[in-house]
């Protein structure tokens, strides 16, 4: 099954996530700093769209897991995590803990505007399609820390390439890294990374354009400026 991470803007510059694994939408029913210490529930639900409404869609990898597997998860993960808080248990930060279990890691995801995790991932290979998409993929070691707006990342040798047509937009990209090294904030951030990518990327909401290594993305998730040896931006990932 397909996973796609869905973003809704809810003001100030803050996005609610919810993530669609095959048929199914998943994410946490807080989305403000108003729900901290709130009980913590998790929304599941079936069609086009989320509990939260219309989102914003990107493929983010896919799955061999059962829905009943899932249940089983997320259901788990609403116990231990008892309580929402904007800064550490919220909605980003459970789509990322999911995508990661669906995937073993190997989920592609952008940077959390707000969130708490401290992983350190193996190097990984994976390839997927569908009928609007294929991708391929490997990547050296992985680590990531951030608590809050603060991040920081790293990233072995990895190899991408992906080809996206769907209702949102459509995309083909290469990739090609000797490796990374990154930090940011809520803000902004900036990294290190000796890249040859090449590909362009058309949504509604972003659009992104890379020629061996120089390029650029610009939209709903900020500014992007890229070079051959690295960039800043108002985005940054690794994972």
Request: without cysteine.
């Given at each position: 099954?397909?996973?796609?991470?869905g973003r809704k803007n809810i003001g100030w510059g803050t996005t609610h996530w919810a993530l669609k694994v095959g048929v199914w939408w998943y994410e946490v029913e807080g989305a403000s700093k108003n729900e901290k210490g709130a009980k913590q529930k998790i929304l599941k639900s079936n069609g086009a769209k989320s509990l939260a409404g219309s989102l914003d869609m990107t493929y983010v990898g896919s799955t061999q897991k059962s829905y009943d597997e899932i249940d089983v998860w997320w259901k788990s993960w609403e116990a231990r995590n008892p309580t929402y808080n904007m800064f550490k248990e919220n909605c980003q930060t459970f789509c990322k803990d999911l995508a990661n279990?669906?995937?073993?890691?190997?989920?592609?995801?952008?940077q959390m505007e707000s969130g708490q995790v401290n992983r350190l991932l193996k190097p990984s290979a994976h390839a997927s399609y569908s009928s609007k998409s294929a991708h391929a993929a490997a990547?050296?070691?992985?680590?990531?820390?951030?608590?809050?707006?603060?991040r920081a990342g790293w990233a072995g040798p990895s190899a991408e390439a992906g080809v996206d047509i769907g209702r949102d937009g459509v995309g083909a990209m290469a990739c090609a890294s000797a490796g990374r090294v990154e930090a940011s904030t809520y803000?902004?951030?900036?990294?290190?990374?000796?890249?040859?990518?090449?590909?362009?990327?058309?949504s509604s909401s972003n659009l992104e354009v890379a020629v061996v290594g120089f390029g650029f993305k610009v939209g709903h998730d900020g500014v992007k400026l890229n070079t051959p040896v690295g960039g800043v931006g108002t985005e940054c990932t690794v994972m």
């Open positions: 099954m397909n996973i796609h991470l279990y669906l995937t073993n890691g190997k989920a592609k995801l952008p990547s050296g070691q992985k680590g990531e820390i951030q608590h809050g707006f603060l803000l902004v951030g900036a990294h290190l990374d000796l890249n040859a990518n090449t590909g362009l990327n058309v």
